[in-house]
């Protein structure tokens, strides 16, 4: 399954992962245009790695092919691979380039190489950044144009079109005139719409006549 063929992309990244045991502790990515990453115990290296056993200070631990990336192991690390989602497994010999007593192996798309000692492990794999992204061109000067000038239209058109004090007094009249039409379709409706009759001579001689008039002590109490 190992064996299956695979193609390598020379506009790739280079994303890394350093864990401790199963816990993730570092994250490194490496942009395309990038051509070599070096290892060193510093917090200043390219890729600072501690833990790990290098021949040098700084190592070349990876650097770019006509076809992608090719990465150099650390002389007492164990290699694995996995390929799209397989389980890891031992890199075969046939993958690996060995010159002057060093070791390497190409990585490959879809690829995912760890590397341990002791408990330290290196994932590495390719980026999904693939390439920088590109300058603005014509067009998109055009459209953000557009945005911008839809964008400060609104307030604008908001000052002109907004409240002013002749049609605050105009919406303010309007309003009156909509309570005073309520108001008079309530009264209609209870039948107070009506103008009351004037009071003749004898009604409002009646209204006046209240009875015999009693003088009450004022220790009086009623219960």
Request: glycine share 10%; aromatic share 8%.
């Amino acid at each position: 399954m190992l064996q299956r063929a695979m193609t390598t992309r020379p506009n790739g990244g280079l994303y890394c992962e350093l864990y401790w045991g199963t816990n993730l502790s570092e994250a490194w990515s490496y942009g395309p245009e990038q051509t070599r990453v070096h290892a060193a115990p510093d917090e200043k290296a390219p890729l600072p790695l501690y833990g790990f056993t290098l021949p040098e200070e700084p190592f070349l631990f990876a650097e770019r092919t006509e076809r992608g990336w090719r990465i150099h192991l650390p002389p007492a690390v164990r290699s694995e691979r996995r390929v799209r989602g397989d389980a890891f497994g031992s890199v075969p010999e046939t993958d690996l380039h060995r010159q002057n007593g060093r070791t390497s192996v190409d990585l490959s798309e879809g690829m995912t190489l760890r590397l341990s000692e002791g408990d330290l492990h290196l994932v590495v794999q390719g980026s999904v950044v693939k390439e920088r992204v590109g300058r603005l061109q014509a067009k998109d000067f055009g459209w953000l144009l557009v945005v911008s000038a839809l964008f400060l239209s609104l307030p604008v058109g908001f000052l002109i079109a907004g409240p002013t004090p002749e049609r605050k007094a105009e919406s303010n009249a309007r309003a009156l005139k909509a309570a005073a039409e309520q108001e008079a379709a309530r009264r209609k409706a209870l039948g107070l719409d009506t103008p009351l009759r004037p009071l003749t001579d004898t009604e409002r001689a009646q209204q006046a006549d209240g009875g015999t008039g009693v003088h009450v002590p004022g220790y009086f109490r009623v219960r």
